[in-house]
């Protein structure tokens, strides 16, 4: 096990998690950071556990949406079998766009 120093809201939290882990656990949390940030900036509350509770709330409905547009792209598949979709290289895809809306 190994264990990274990550900064949320600019309070330390330790975290452990697997060897070789620590560099995607940082992203993780730089992307939570920067959820919390947008919200602080919107949000009249300087309530730390409600900015974390709404951005955790925004993470999850990203997943959700990305979960919702995986199955409908399944669902597509199943219904024109000539087109196959590579999982794997929208998920690349999907993710270089989030990089590049995280960076604007």
């Given amino acids: 096990m190994s ?11 330790p975290i452990i998690c697997g060897d ?7 992203y993780l949390a730089e992307f939570v950071d920067k959820k919390v940030q947008d ?5 009249n509350t300087s309530n730390e556990s409600q900015l974390l509770l709404m951005a955790a709330l925004l993470v999850a409905d990203d997943l959700s949406q990305a979960y919702e547009t995986i199955d409908e792209l399944k669902g597509k598949t ?20 989030a990089d590049r809306l995280e960076k604007a």
């Fill in 3 to 13: 264990s990274v120093t990550v900064k949320v809201n600019g309070r330390p939290y």
């Fill in 20 to 26: 070789g882990e620590e560099d995607h656990v940082t």
């Fill in 39 to 43: 919200l602080s900036g919107m949000s």
């Fill in 78 to 97: 199943s219904e024109t079998p000539r087109v196959q979709l590579d999982t794997e290289n929208w998920a690349n895809r999907l993710e270089a766009i």
